[in-house]
């Protein structure tokens, strides 16, 4: 289990609707060149996933491997779906689009894109909770256009969702993930920022700290928890606020953050709140 030696990068910090000076903004991004390593091994980012292989046999045509590709994630997928606020319709609909850019039904097969950066299980799940946010944001629009026009709902009347666009996993999930954790950073105060990018960033102990602020380290270790649990609600928040369906716990947030490389400090803050939340 980790705690202060875990790094925490929040080059967001400040982003949002806080704007610091730029050598404050500069000076809080900097981390040490040899970290960036353990950093990728701590988020589960691997160039050798043991995936890659039969993702290859799946776009060889290897007739086995594609069947057994459905077989193993269909269930699981749908399931996460639902959970996320899809209807069982809904799911099936997405799996049905999805499989069928899988395999470049439309085009490139959208397997392509896998890199091996995670999990396939965590990269389909990231894929299909994109293009169900993508869905649900267009259903709200065009049932919002639909009520201006007739001055009631007309829930029936819209586009079946398989003609949605192949999308990949970095579009409007990953903007909403970001955001909620820029907006979490931005709710912080600069003292605490500092403690959090001290102790998670150049691994200062909480003695040190406790020593810098003439703090006893228990009332150091107090605030780090509290500033970890208030970060970890506020991303949780964030995102029920920006999408009221979307239902996301912080183990859902875990797994789709660590499938974009984009998101590789979010990847570090989840490991240290998750950390501290299981204590």
């Not at 398989?162 to 970095?170: S, V």
């Not at 920006?242 to 912080?250: Q, R, S």
Request: contains cysteine; glycine residues 4%.
């Amino acid at each position: 289990m980790r705690s202060d030696s875990t790094l925490l990068k929040a080059d967001n910090t400040y982003s949002g609707h806080r704007s610091p000076p730029a050598q404050a903004r500069d000076d809080f991004v900097l981390e040490p060149p040899d970290k960036v390593k353990d950093r990728a091994k701590d988020c589960g980012i691997s160039d050798r996933s043991p995936d890659l292989p039969f993702i290859k046999q799946v776009l060889d045509s290897d007739e086995s491997a594609t069947r057994a590709l459905r077989a193993r994630y269909s269930a699981q997928l749908k399931a996460t779906l639902c959970k996320r606020g899809a209807s069982s319709t809904e799911a099936e609909d997405l799996l049905a689009d999805l499989w069928a850019d899988c395999f470049g039904s439309s085009g490139e097969p959208l397997l392509l894109k896998y890199g091996g950066r995670c999990p396939l299980s965590s990269w389909l799940i990231t894929v299909v909770t994109n293009r169900l946010i993508d869905f649900k944001r267009r259903e709200a629009s065009r049932r919002e256009s639909l009520r201006d026009k007739s001055g009631k709902s007309q829930t029936n009347d819209f586009e079946g969702i398989g003609n949605f666009p192949a999308r990949q996993p970095d579009n409007a999930l990953v903007g909403l993930l970001r955001q909620a954790v820029m907006n979490a950073f931005a709710a912080e105060s600069p003292e605490m920022l500092l403690m959090l990018r001290l102790v998670h960033m150049y691994e200062v102990t909480q003695r040190e700290i406790g020593r810098i602020w003439n703090w006893h380290e228990s009332k150091v270790s107090r605030a780090l928890e509290s500033a970890r649990v208030r970060i970890r609600t506020a991303v949780l928040a964030e995102l029920h606020r920006t999408d009221p369906w979307l239902t996301l716990g912080w183990d859902d947030f875990v797994e789709l953050s660590r499938c974009a490389p984009e998101l590789a400090s979010v990847c570090e803050l989840e490991i240290n709140v998750q950390d501290s939340s299981s204590r």
